[in-house]
């Protein structure tokens, strides 16, 4: 079992529509979750992080965290052709601050 | 802020040859890594280091790659010889250190292995 698994996509969204992204991880020991977005060609940039059960919002994101499904989500509202990129979960596992990626999801927000 | 810096951004060598990328980090960043990324793959970590210590280099072909932090601050990795699998994005990041704590990455190190 990956530690972190994400489903690749594409995941095809119009402009305008709510696109929801998931990760699923194997730890649960895991204490800290993030989603970093990765243009084409580019270095993975943080957007949201989540520490505690529940959502979290900044601006157009929300990140939705359940541990005891040890399940984490982002949602994105007014989906923008600006969002396409590959988004990627990760979650610390065991040990000293070690971060695991996912394998990404790719969003595709069409015009 | 300056950002993470990462050199050289390309670099084409042949298999069995050796290479070299360096980083240096965000000033006042413990944290250290070195990820590799395999196209259409999530970054997978290949070291972390804490200051000048390495905390985790578990998957680090140690038969063939190498890496230092010299004096707790830029770093090196080295790979030597290098196969053609080894063809992937060399990403370094830092970060303050803290439990949790968010990464920056550099603009990574696009490696091919004719």
Known sequence: QKEVEQNSGPLSVPEGAIASLNCTYSDRGSQSFFWYRQYSGKSPELIMFIYSNGDKEDGRFTAQLNKASQYVSLLIRDSQPSDSATYLCAVTGTGFQKLVFGTGTRLLVSP | ?114
């Open chain 2, 1 to 114: 802020e300056a950002g993470v810096a990462q050199s050289p951004r390309y670099k084409i060598i042949e298999k069995r040859q050796s290479v070299a990328f360096w980083c240096n980090p965000i000033s006042g960043h413990a944290t250290l890594y070195w990820y590799q990324q395999i196209l259409g793959q999530g970054p997978k970590l290949l070291i972390q280091f804490q200051n000048n210590g390495v905390v985790d280099d578990s998957q680090l072909p140690k038969d063939r790659f190498s890496a230092e932090r010299l004096k707790g601050v830029d770093s090196t990795l080295k790979i030597q010889p290098a196969k053609l699998e080894d063809s992937a994005v060399y990403l370094c990041a830092s970060s303050l250190g803290r439990e949790g704590e968010k990464l920056f990455f550099g603009s990574g190190t696009q490696l091919s292995v004719l």
